[in-house]
C-alpha cells in the first residue's frame, strides 16, 4: 500500500531550540534538570551550556513528505527511537528532514494492519549530523481501507 513511498523524503527545515520552548517542555515531562532549566548549571556542565531534553526533537518540524498521504484517524504511535552523535544545545539551529525507511504489512486479531517507519534527521548548521529518530506509525484496518490504493 506504502511501499512506494520507501526513499521519499521532505525537504529541510531549520528549527530553532529556544529555551522558553525546552522550559516549557522540561516542565510537561516532569524532569526540571538544572542542565535543561538552569543558566549557571548548564555553564558548569561537560557541556559548557543548557541542553535540551532526549525527547526534545519530537517538536521539531521537519516538513512534509511529498505525496504521503495517512489518514487523520486510525494512526497508532508503535515506537520511538532516538540516538545521538551528542546533546542539544539551547540556541542552536538544527535542520530537519524525514524519509520514509520502510513499510511492512502484519495481520494480527485486530485485523490486517501496515506499519510505516519514518526516521527524522537533525543536523547541525555545518551539516553534521546530531540526531536520528525512528518512528514506527501503525495504521489500522479501518484506516487501511479508508485509503487510496
Given at each position: 500500500m506504502l511501499k512506494e513511498s520507501i526513499g521519499k523524503r521532505s525537504e529541510k527545515v531549520k528549527n530553532t531550540i529556544e529555551r522558553g520552548a525546552?522550559?516549557?517542555?522540561?516542565?510537561?515531562?516532569?524532569?526540571?534538570?538544572?542542565?535543561?532549566?538552569?543558566?549557571?548549571?548548564?555553564?558548569?556542565?561537560k557541556y559548557g551550556k543548557n541542553i535540551a531534553p532526549a525527547t526534545f526533537p519530537v517538536t521539531f518540524d521537519a516538513g512534509s513528505i511529498p505525496d504521503l498521504k495517512l489518514p487523520s484517524q486510525g494512526l497508532i504511535h508503535g515506537e520511538q527511537i532516538y540516538h545521538y552523535n551528542r546533546p542539544l544545545f539551547v540556541g542552536e539551529e538544527v535542520y530537519c528532514w524525514m524519509e520514509v525507511k520502510d513499510y511492512y504489512e502484519k495481520s494480527g486479531n485486530f485485523g490486517d494492519?501496515?506499519?510505516?517507519?519514518?526516521?527524522?534527521?537533525?543536523?547541525?548548521?555545518?551539516?553534521?549530523?546530531?540526531?536520528?529518530?525512528?518512528?514506527?506509525?501503525?495504521?489500522?484496518?479501518?484506516?487501511?481501507?479508508?485509503?487510496?490504493?
Open positions: 525546552v522550559r516549557k517542555f522540561a516542565e510537561a515531562i516532569s524532569d526540571p534538570s538544572p542542565l535543561f532549566l538552569d543558566e549557571k548549571a548548564g555553564k558548569e556542565s494492519m501496515g506499519f510505516l517507519v519514518i526516521t527524522k534527521y537533525g543536523e547541525d548548521a555545518e551539516g553534521a549530523l546530531l540526531f536520528t529518530e525512528e518512528r514506527i506509525v501503525i495504521i489500522n484496518e479501518a484506516a487501511r481501507k479508508g485509503m487510496p490504493v
